[in-house]
Structure formats: C-alpha cells, structure tokens
C-alpha cells in the first residue's frame, strides 16, 4: 500500500523519505509518484467524523456549492481547485482569486456523505485518531484503483474556513488540496508555496490554491487540457429537466454524471448517472433530472477519450435555477449560412443565420471586425443562433462577421458577390414604407459592376409585358414611367433620389428596373418589384 503524508514544518525536512517514493520521477520542483486515477475513479466523498467543533462550524451557504457546509464544503472546494477549468463564477471562498483551473485533463466528480470509513480504495476522505507524530493527515494508494485520504484528528484543531483562519488551527481545505494531489499522481514539491510542499504550517491558508508548479504537475500527469475536452458553461433548471449548455459534447452516447443525494455506502460506486443522452449542435444536452441526484456538480462524459479528455469539467448546480461560469460560455461561431450573399438583399427579413454557443452573453456584431451592426438589426434566437439583416457592404470581397460579448469574440467567414441580375430596394424595402415625402423616391440598385441601369415606376400593379422583357406593374405599359438610370459601381450597388411626377395623398408606386447593358438571353434582366406609399 503507497502511503504519503503532510507533516507540521519542523519535521519537513527529517522526513522527507517518506513523503517521496523512492524512484519518483522528478521534473523542475515538483515530483511525479507514477500513478494517474482513471476516469472511473474520479468520485469523492467524506465521511465527517472529524470530532473539532470547528471543523463544522462554517454554516454560510456557498452559491458555488450548493447543500453543503462544513468540512463537506471544504472538501467539495479542496478537490474541484484541480479541476481543468474554474469551477463556475470561480467564487466560494474570500481567499482565493477563483477556485478551480488546474488546466489538465482532470476533473472530480463531488458525491457527498460516504457512510464508512471504507478501505484504501473506496474514494473517501475521513478522520483518523492517530497518525504518528507531526503527520496531519495522509493518503492511501494504490491510487490508479481507488484510494483514501485519512486526516489526523488527535493532537490537532482543524477548522473548515472559509475565510482565514486562528494561529492554533490547521485548515482542512489545505490539508486535503495536498493529499488530493498525492491521490492524482504527484509527489511533494520543492517550490515553496506550492500546494504539494511538503509540510502546513497553523494558521495558514495559502495553499488552499495550487501554483504554477502544482499546475506544471497535474498537467505531466494528465496532459495539458485538450482542445476536444467536453466544457461545460452553464447549468439551467426547469421543472424537473436540467439543460446543459458548453461544447465539444457528443451527438448521441453522452453519460451525466450527478452528485448523489443520499449517504452512499462504502464500496459502491456514488455516481447518479444518465447514459445514452443525445446532444443539439454538440453543445447543448437536455436530460430529465434522475431520482437520487441532488445538488452538487454535473459532468458529461462522452464516448471514448482516454486520461480525462472525455470527461468534462465538473459543474454546479442546485437543481432548481441557472449556474453561469463567471465569463459566460466561450462565444463560438461555428458557421455563417448562407456564406456568399449578394451585394444587395432586397427587404428587412433577417437573411443571414449565425449557429455556434455562447451567444446568449452576445452584446455587439462587427461587420470586418470594426464596423458595428446596428443592434437593431439583428437578433439572439438563443444560445446557439443567431439572425441578422445585413446592412449594405461597401464592398464586393470575403469578410467576416464577429460576435462579441465584450470579453470575448469569434467569428467566421462571409463572401459578399456582385448581384448576378438586377435588383432594387426602395428605402428599408417593406412594403408600403414611406421613401421620402415629396416628389422623389430613394432607390438603391444592383447589379455587375460596369452595367447601366434604367429605373421605371408606375401607380399600376398590373404586368406588364414584351418580347424582351416582363415587369410586375405598368398595366401592359400604360401606366409606364421612367425616373432614372445608373450606372453600377465596384460596390456592386448605389443609391439615389429617384424623382416621381403623382399628385393625391398616399398613391402607392411600384418600381423596377432594367440591366439595359447585358444582352438580353433570351430577355433583359428585370429587378424585382417594390412598392412605397408616396404621402403628400
């Protein structure tokens, strides 16, 4: 059986040789004992049998860490500071910047009571009365296939935070972040202030959070945290459906893993899970909350992935409300549909549809990175979509559109094409919009660059048509009138005050035009049809 242990300062040093095994591999500071837990062995729980009164005394609710206080809170907090990312907002505990970020390929899965103290490899912290002298608690091995994390409960007064602590106490939430990292693979450190150092002095707290060098370590043993990690970012509750929403999740086979609500028997496995859940868009996962499974964490596995990279991170939430990380989800723009538009749409429905995640934390679109989309045209669906009614571009090319919510930003790729036929937009292009008041019309046109357009109106919305060309309106080109022509530029588009020559409040006008450049094959090419109210 491995044993390793964290002893009082003044013994540090004399014992050394039992806190290191020998033959560890050692790189930089920290020490690696050779062993990892895997992904089936990532269950904690305690079995509070601590005798001190201050090692239960801490009754502040933790909105982090929902149902739990005493020494379960600071164990709960203890393991999830290894964890691959912040453990939600990354709040907890006034110490402490944010708990959480050990950027590895690990996560714990927090399952509350044990019932026993259980053997060496039933994944339980407990007390212990006796130690030998100078230990404050250790951890039994063999690690890879279960362990245990005993703390020395005689001669020593622990106390479970969560703010700082008396100069005659040792805090429980230190003791068990050291003996959690013996459990994942790491030997003690010599960098001082790291977590894995080898002793903890009363009274102090400061290595309640690991250091770089811890981090160094975790990251040996566990890899630094994939890119295809399943993350999850935010919990929400309603009724009794939980949904998931993060990214890198699997279509179909996903598992959820729970935190149990009850006292859980030594020698089982605590886990409340959820197999064969489906995922939309591979990033949200709606799964009806079990019997059994209480507040805690949530984590998704998802099919395949070896030494944690198909474990996500662990995730709170009380089962009833929302749970937010504390940037909101990553935003991610996965595509852009259609990709190729052309110059000139006309209308104002929403013509282009953003798919990724993270957008319900969406509060601006950039047009080529810089240029603002008037937030009113565009809208946050939900979290995975978003629809928008593109402003005219200043320019045929392949740009993009970023979605920002002000702390981070992604975006993708749009390629914006001459219009191949002709096409016209009066004002907003709604139906029956007012233009402008008075005797002119705003037009906009497009077309091929180069190419000279004529624009017609009529008050008829009776066709029109010709051997060479067909129109929505002129009642068979009695009602027939021509306000204009232009010439279309390398925007791919321009726009102008077009006169018009009626008199009579609210005449409705219906335009046109005509690519009068391109040989007709077999006709010339006719825009679509507007119409505007002209008020007097």
């Known amino acids: 059986m491995k044993l390793h242990s964290i002893v009082v300062p003044g013994l540090a040093l004399g014992l050394a040789a039992l806190f290191i095994v020998p033959g560890a591999e050692s790189i930089g500071s920290y020490s690696l004992i050779g062993s990892s837990l895997s992904t089936s062995q990532r ?13 239960n005394n801490n009754n502040l609710p933790s909105a982090e860490f929902p149902g739990y206080f005493g020494a379960e809170l600071a164990t709960w907090k203890a393991v999830v500071e290894w964890g691959s990312s912040t453990h939600g907002t990354g709040d907890g505990d006034p110490t402490q910047g944010v708990l959480g970020n050990g950027q590895a390929n690990f996560d714990a899965s927090w399952q509350g009571n044990a019932s026993a103290v259980g053997t060496s490899n039933d994944n339980i912290i407990s007390g212990v009365s006796s130690c030998g002298s100078g230990v404050l608690g250790y951890a039994e091995g063999p690690y890879a296939d279960g362990w245990r994390i005993r703390i020395c409960d005689s001669g020593f007064t622990w106390a479970d935070g969560p703010g700082s602590i008396s100069f005659s106490q040792y805090d429980i939430q230190a003791l068990l972040v050291h003996e959690y990292g013996h459990v994942l693979g790491l030997g003690h450190s010599c960098t001082s202030g790291a977590s894995m150092w080898p002793s903890l002095s009363n009274g102090s707290t400061g290595v309640r959070s690991i250091n770089f060098d811890d981090i160094a370590g975790i990251k040996a043993v566990y890899g630094a945290k994939s890119s295809t990690k399943p993350f999850i970012c935010r919990t929400d509750v309603s009724g009794s459906t939980l949904t998931i929403t993060g990214d890198n999740f699997a279509p179909t086979g996903n598992s959820v893993w729970f935190t149990n609500s009850s006292t859980t028997a030594s020698g089982t496995d605590p886990r409340v899970v959820v197999s064969s859940v489906s995922s939309s868009a591979n990033k949200i996962i709606t799964v009806a909350i079990p019997a059994g499974a209480g507040p805690g964490d949530v984590l998704v596995k998802v099919p395949g992935g070896s030494n944690g990279t198909g474990l996500s991170n662990a995730f709170p939430t009380d089962l009833v409300g929302t749970y ?12 852009i549909s259609p990709d190729t538009v052309p110059a000139l749409m006309p209308g104002t429905a929403q013509n282009v549809t953003i798919t990724g995640s993270g957008f319900l934390n969406a509060s601006e679109l950039y047009i080529n990175t810089a240029t603002l989309i008037d937030p009113a045209s565009w809208t946050v669906v939900d979290d995975t979509t978003i629809t928008v009614d593109l402003p005219q571009f200043g320019y045929i090319a392949t740009t993009n559109l970023l979605v920002s919510s002000g702390s981070d930003s992604d975006y993708g790729f749009i390629t914006i094409e001459a219009n191949t036929t002709p096409a016209m937009q009066l004002g907003t292009g709604d ?3 007012v233009v402008h008041d008075g005797e002119d019309m705003r037009v906009v046109v497009a077309g091929t660059p180069g190419t000279l357009h004529k624009i017609y109106y009529s008050s008829s919305a009776l066709p029109s048509c010709h051997p060479k060309s067909k129109w929505a309106m002129g009642d068979q080109f009695s009602n027939f009138f021509y306000a204009t022509e232009a010439t279309i530029p390398t925007k791919g588009w321009t726009e102008f005050l077009a006169p018009v020559v009626f008199s009579g409040p609210d005449v409705d006008i219906y335009s046109q035009s005509i690519d009068i450049t391109t040989a007709p094959a077999p006709m010339f090419g006719v825009s679509n049809l507007q119409i505007f109210t002209l008020s007097e």
């Open 43 to 55: 269950d904690v729980r305690l079995f509070d049998n601590l005798n001190d009164s201050a090692s």
């Open 324 to 335: 937010a990380n504390s940037a909101g989800c990553p935003i991610v723009v996965d595509d």
């Open 431 to 433: 139906d029956f919009n």
